[in-house]
């Protein structure tokens, strides 16, 4: 364990306690649990797959995870299974190689590396979303960049790259990324940024918890449908400048709790 003087705790906060604490790959990881996580982290995450089904990000494929609560080398996140179909039961507890920590014979997704090699790369990111939304697929393959033009997706404005996974392996593959060596590739692509597109593939989206990450997915697909209408209709779009990026950005922050809360009631609503 790396250690941390007062004042470096102070002033990092629990961002820079989490990336003092996550051990880098090949580090001895013994698979034991972290303990029971917070049963409101896993209603949560329960509560995050229905909804994103119900928000048109994902169907029967796509996963997301969380950063277990008690310890920053492990995530939380369901047993291969349709994500509309998930409950507390299903969840569990992965180290950052991604390799669940007591499978008791059930099978893990096998782009679970995705979310390791982004929980290892990134220290702030605190959950971890992998879709096949529709409407971003044709920006991952055309060079047409997706664009913020829309107040409540301005977290776009820091760029969306995609990750051409061909290049990443040096050849063809089943498109999948089933390897710790091309998770660690696509959180490179990622980078600092909170989305990045996986050319034919799908989506990379990451934020600092469950509500942040999940509001983040459903404008991410939301922008793509609306930018996709507006290119559609000819003439040059109008996107959102930096400066307006950053204000509606800051000031969206602030009320994510509303469709979260809305979101959850639903799924609740309509098991």
Do not use: C
């Amino acid at each position: 364990m790396i250690e941390m003087t007062r004042r470096q705790l102070m002033a990092g906060g629990a961002s820079a306690l989490a990336a003092a604490l996550i051990r880098p790959r090949g580090a001895a990881s013994q698979r034991t649990s972290a303990g029971p996580a917070d049963p409101q982290l896993i209603e949560d995450l329960v509560a995050a797959n229905r909804i994103l089904v119900d928000q048109g990000v994902l169907d029967g494929y796509g996963h997301v995870s969380v950063r277990h609560d008690r310890d920053p080398n492990r995530f939380l996140m369901s047993r291969s299974l349709a994500p509309e179909l998930v409950t507390a039961a299903d969840i569990m507890e992965y180290d950052l190689d991604a390799e669940p920590v007591d499978a008791r014979g059930r099978s893990s997704y096998l782009e679970r590396f995705i979310h390791g090699e982004i929980y290892r790369a990134r220290p702030d990111v605190r959950a971890v979303v992998h879709d096949h939304s529709p409407s971003v697929i044709p920006f991952g393959v055309t060079g047409a960049p997706l664009r913020p033009l829309y107040h409540m997706s301005a977290f776009l404005a820091a760029g969306v790259p995609v990750f051409d996974i061909r290049a990443a392996a040096g050849g063809d593959t089943d498109m999948l990324v089933r390897t710790p060596a091309l998770g660690r590739a696509l959180a490179q692509a990622l980078g600092p940024r909170p989305v990045a597109l996986m050319r034919g593939h799908g989506a990379v989206v990451v934020g600092p918890s469950l509500p942040v990450v999940v509001f983040r997915s459903v404008y991410t697909e939301m922008n793509a449908r609306l930018q996709a209408q507006a290119m559609a209709l000819g003439g040059p779009v109008t996107y959102l400048s930096p400066g307006e990026a950053q204000q509606a950005e800051a000031g969206v922050a602030g009320t994510v709790g509303r469709p979260w809360e809305l979101w959850k009631q639903r799924v609740r609503r309509n098991p």
